[in-house]
């Protein structure tokens, strides 16, 4: 059984206008989403700032209530549970955030920090052995146990991304939805937060959901890759198939803007025009279809593709592709 089972997930957030406020149009943030996660599987997802991506991660976790679908954690449908019930359960499921800065409370220390979850939850019988849990945590995610007392402002990017890997760690989740977590930080630190994900999952056994927009990242870090468009799943498949052999326009479109170290690359670049459609008013038929370079007109405009399995383990929801 997967871990983690979404099944045609919706979150649709209305635009109210007018003097009474009524409900006119819906942002159709996430449409009809459907994957699996195993247990200790990385699954990443990729595409373009608005896609959806983030508020997937956010209605996994039950930070945003989704308008339709289901979540299903080791079976159990967690996007119908709320207060205690899913309190409890969401020990087992937990987000690092884009922001190592924002997503840090300034005035807790850093021990605080990390042990609000072990208060919450009542994971450790006295403050002795909840002191001791705190410092393990921070020592397995590479910070000084020293600096327990430290506030947020006093560490620098990486450390404090480091400092919310700990406070999710500290519950024993088997899920972690990491939202970006390197995109905010240097090149030479995003590696070292990489490798200790990598190096916490051997040793933990935890899966990832691991989203952000950089192919190069999700591809080291990957088993398998999920590619969204306007709020929708336009490719699935393992990275190497997905790096080396993208079946649908857009995923091409993202993995030739990828910049190629060797000079004599003959990758030809694929420049998309105009800009994503509003998720408010999506275009007919393959929400791709006004900026794709291999629309056929009318069959594109006016049929939604399937999500089909272009060639075994590769799904593409592209009429054309093969």
């Known amino acids: 059984m997967p871990l983690l089972e979404v099944k045609n997930l919706k979150v649709h957030f209305p635009v109210k206008h007018g003097l009474f406020s009524r409900v006119k149009q819906h942002v159709k943030a996430v449409d009809d989403v459907s994957f699996t996660i195993e247990p200790g599987e990385t699954l990443g997802l990729v595409g373009e700032s608005g896609c959806g991506k983030t508020t997937l991660g956010r209605a996994i976790v039950k930070l945003v209530d989704p308008t339709a679908g289901s979540v299903l954690f080791e ?14 359960r969401r020990r087992k499921f937990q987000m690092i955030f884009q922001d190592p800065y924002g997503s840090l409370n300034p005035r807790m220390t850093v021990g605080q920090i990390v ?35 430290r506030y947020p402002h006093e560490f620098s990017g990486g450390q404090r991304q480091r400092i919310g890997i ?10 972690i939805v990491c939202d970006e977590p390197v995109s905010a930080l240097d090149v030479s630190v995003q590696a070292q937060i ?16 691991f989203i952000a927009h950089d192919l190069a990242v999700v591809e080291h870090i990957s088993r398998r890759v999920m ?17 080396g052999a993208p079946k649908h326009p857009y995923t091409q479109a993202l993995i030739s803007a990828v910049p190629v170290v060797d000079p004599d690359s003959k990758r030809r670049r ?20 006004p900026r794709c370079p291999v629309a056929q ?26």
């Open 297 to 322: 007109m009318p069959r594109c405009k006016d049929e939604i593709p399937a999500l089909r399995e272009v060639t075994p383990g590769h799904w593409a929801s592209c009429h054309f592709a093969k």
């Open 115 to 149: 042990g609000e979850a072990l208060d919450i939850h009542q994971l450790t019988e006295n403050a002795s052995a909840r002191q001791k849990r705190i410092l393990e945590l921070l020592q397995a995610v590479g910070l000084d146990p020293a600096h327990a007392q």
């Open 227 to 243: 590619v969204m468009y306007l709020g929708k799943v336009v490719e699935t498949a393992a990275a190497s198939a997905i790096i």
């Open 194 to 209: 990489i490798n200790l994900l990598q190096e916490l999952q051997q040793q933990r056994g935890i899966a990832y959901l």
């Open 166 to 175: 700990a406070r999710a760690l500290a519950v024993e989740p088997k899920l």
């Open 75 to 88: 079976g159990e449908d967690i996007a119908r549970l709320t207060g205690p019930e899913l309190r409890a």
């Open 270 to 289: 694929i420049v998309l025009p105009g800009d994503v459609p509003s998720p408010i008013d999506p275009p007919s038929g393959c929400p791709f279809h």
